[in-house]
């Protein structure tokens, strides 16, 4: 049944993409004045003492764990996972990602994806292993098949050195507002970490904090094409059910920040000197509604208006990039997907956070 259910859904994702014809938005990607990155060189730099201490130039692979966000479904407009441009392990030439600012410290870096995927596909891609429509208990399957790939001849080479580990999970759990809960929540997201840790040795893990995502309710009001295309595709059941269960989502989506925020707390806690969970709230308040319609719907795929755009990724991109060399206490939760700021420099003197 899951099967026929995803041949389905898959079917009508390219059915509404060829009757919606002129569906795409006139933008321009990247926005007006977004900057490239354009950072001095470093000197590579000697082995860390330990994960607290980790530069640019000591990440030996990037990896990542998550839902469609991390796969990149629909970012480019079309049915497909765009990972070589997802902004956490994208290694697409030229694409604006968090892998290939690291690769200008370290050129030898691995788990870059290029290309695309088929969607709800498991095979992953470089070592990127989101799976579209993942729930936080699937994350354990995506580690297990990461771990076979990290352990393959291909990365023998780096599986022992030290790795950065972006994970995006929760949107599809919102999405479940009548069933899931926060402690359910939190029991899944504490396996799953449990896991990382066990299986992936000199690991900093970026854990991401989810968006507000009752907000993508407003594009959809203002385009006919998103009235059809969200409830066909039904890939947020309480987003299309009534303002009650919006409401509970974004209830639910609070706790699970929250929750995330305790969970990460306690495995940095554990001051294990190869691996630690540091939260990266940069999409955390990333508002829709404070856009103008003209404007917002550029922030969202133009195939499903649920996803987010290509632009929206870059932004991404630079809002975790420059909160990984900000303490805590001021990393920003606020990025403007359309007008980010300028990606951080990095110092010889700076670690990654």
């Known amino acids: 049944m899951a099967r026929r259910t995803a041949v389905f859904v898959f079917a009508a994702i390219v059915a509404v993409a060829v009757l919606s014809g002129s569906a795409a938005a006139n933008f321009t990607c990247p926005p007006p004045g977004f900057s490239p990155f354009s950072c001095p060189s470093l000197e590579r730099p000697p082995e860390p003492q330990d994960v607290l201490?980790?530069?640019?130039?000591?990440?030996?692979?990037?990896?990542?764990?998550?839902?469609?966000?991390?796969?990149?479904?629909?970012?480019?407009?079309?049915?497909?996972?765009?990972?070589?441009?997802?902004?956490?392990?994208?290694?697409?030439?030229?694409?604006?990602?968090?892998?290939?600012?690291?690769?200008?410290?370290?050129?030898?870096?691995?788990?870059?994806?290029?290309?695309?995927?088929?969607?709800?596909?498991?095979?992953?891609?470089?070592?990127?292993?989101?799976?579209?429509?993942?729930?936080?208990?699937?994350?354990?399957?995506?580690?297990?098949?990461?771990?076979?790939?990290?352990?393959s001849s291909e990365y023998a080479d780096v599986k022992d050195k030290w790795k950065l580990l972006t994970i995006f999970i929760g949107a599809n759990d919102i999405c479940e507002c009548k069933s899931m809960t926060a402690d359910q929540f939190r029991t899944q997201l504490t396996e799953a970490l449990t896991m990382v840790h066990q299986t992936f040795p000199k690991t900093f893990v970026n854990i991401m904090t989810i968006f507000n995502i009752s907000n993508v309710w407003d594009v959809k009001k203002d385009r006919l094409y998103c009235q059809a295309a969200v409830p066909i595709l039904h890939e947020c059941s309480c987003l299309e059910a009534n303002a009650t269960n919006r409401q509970r989502m974004d209830d639910l989506g609070m706790a699970v920040n929250q929750v995330t925020r305790e969970v990460a707390a306690k495995f940095a806690a554990l001051k294990d000197p190869h691996f630690t969970v540091v939260v990266q709230p940069a999409v955390e308040d990333v508002a829709l509604d404070k856009y103008p319609p003209s404007i917002v719907q550029d922030l969202l795929s133009d195939l499903d208006c649920f996803h987010p755009s290509l632009c929206t990724d870059q932004g991404f991109a630079v809002g975790v990039w420059n909160n990984m060399f900000t303490p805590p206490s001021q990393k920003k939760n606020n990025i403007d997907p359309l007008k980010p700021p300028k990606a951080y420099c990095p110092t010889a003197n700076d670690y990654i956070q």
């Open 53 to 151: 201490h980790l530069k640019p130039g000591n990440i030996a692979a990037v990896m990542a764990l998550g839902d469609s966000i991390t796969a990149g479904f629909a970012m480019q407009d079309g049915p497909l996972e765009y990972r070589g441009t997802v902004y956490s392990t994208g290694g697409d030439d030229g694409a604006f990602t968090i892998g290939n600012f690291l690769s200008h410290y370290n050129p030898d870096i691995k788990g870059r994806a290029k290309g695309e995927t088929i969607p709800l596909t498991k095979a992953g891609k470089g070592l990127n292993f989101a799976v579209s429509e993942a729930r936080v208990r699937d994350v354990p399957g995506q580690i297990q098949r990461l771990s076979a790939k990290l352990n």
